[in-house]
């Protein structure tokens, strides 16, 4: 049978069982977590998903985030992808994939993983310096670490939708490629990005947040918002899911005036790869 491309709904569909599956998981595990980012918008301003939108995105401190990873490695119906189990994985953060799909991407030179399909996305939050200077500091070598292991990831450097923007790139930007590859290879930016992950003990830490993004100060929140007693539940397609209390707080740092809608034109998927039923 051919593979059949999968509409929103059937995504939507899909990636919802996928954060059940995980709450379910946390519940039983005394884990915390949060939906986050695009997901706790969609909960506040719709109740559900963002309406021309599929992603789910989670977030755990990193000794939740960890247990967690370790509980989904031995499960046997969905499929993890971690830098702690994959070689050459291009995120920060790991995507768990329903195995009955499969992402194509649009791109070309993307480095994508092979039984990637509909998935959620699993962010640890980390510890971070408690000095704003030293959070800048901090932040700007984590991502000199993350340019490492992404310009030394194969052709990475070279993804684009055209082929012919692709063939500029593998000119323009191999002279940074060179650069990084003279330095070290993939796993040697890849262990030192990891390794400065855990600088900072999350539970001794005041501040925390995802490592990519904290060189925007809206990206870094009091640790004290993923303190157990600061969770409660949200209404996410008809379902209760679990969030911080500090909602309001957090959505108006990363998202701003977060009840308005963006203009009509901007209410679109910007995604760069389909997902078909395998």
């Known amino acids: 049978m051919a593979e059949r491309k999968m509409n929103l709904d059937e995504i939507k569909e899909t990636a919802l069982k996928m954060l059940l599956y995980v709450d379910d998981i946390c519940k039983k595990n005394n884990l915390r977590y949060s939906i986050f980012y695009g997901t706790l918008l969609g909960a506040v301003r719709h109740k559900g998903f963002i309406p021309w939108d599929d992603d ?8 939740d985030y960890e247990k967690l990873l370790g509980i989904l490695a031995e499960d046997k119906n969905y499929n993890i992808a971690s830098p702690m189990n994959r070689t050459e994985y291009r995120y920060t953060f ?3 994939f329903d195995p009955k799909t499969k992402l194509v991407s649009k791109q070309f030179f993307d480095y994508e993983e092979k039984d990637a399909g509909v998935f959620l996305d699993i962010f640890p939050l980390d510890g971070l310096p408690e000095n704003k200077k030293e959070q800048l ?6 991502d000199s670490y993350k340019l490492g292991f992404m310009n030394t990831l194969g052709l990475l450097y070279a993804r684009s939708y055209s082929r ?6 593998l000119i323009l930007k191999y002279p940074t490629h060179k650069k990084y590859k003279n330095r070290g290879d993939y796993n040697y930016w890849r262990t030192l990005y990891e ?5 900072y003990s999350y539970e001794k830490s005041k501040y925390c947040g995802h490592l990519e993004y904290i060189k925007y100060e809206k990206a870094i929140y ?3 918002w993923f303190e157990k ?3 409660q ?5 008809g379902h209760k899911i679990s969030t911080i209390k500090n909602t309001d707080q957090f959505l108006k740092q990363y998202f701003g005036d977060y009840m308005t809608l963006p203009p009509k034109e901007e209410q679109i998927s910007n995604h760069s790869y389909d997902f078909y039923w395998k």
């Open 56 to 63: 789910i995105d989670i977030v755990l401190p990193r000794p």
């Open 94 to 96: 790991s995507k768990l």
């Open 137 to 142: 500091l901090f932040a700007d070598e984590i």
């Open 164 to 169: 012919f923007r692709s063939a500029v790139k």
């Open 195 to 199: 390794k400065k992950s855990l600088e």
């Open 222 to 224: 009091p640790t004290e």
């Open 229 to 231: 007693e600061n969770f």
């Open 233 to 237: 539940l949200v209404d996410f397609e």
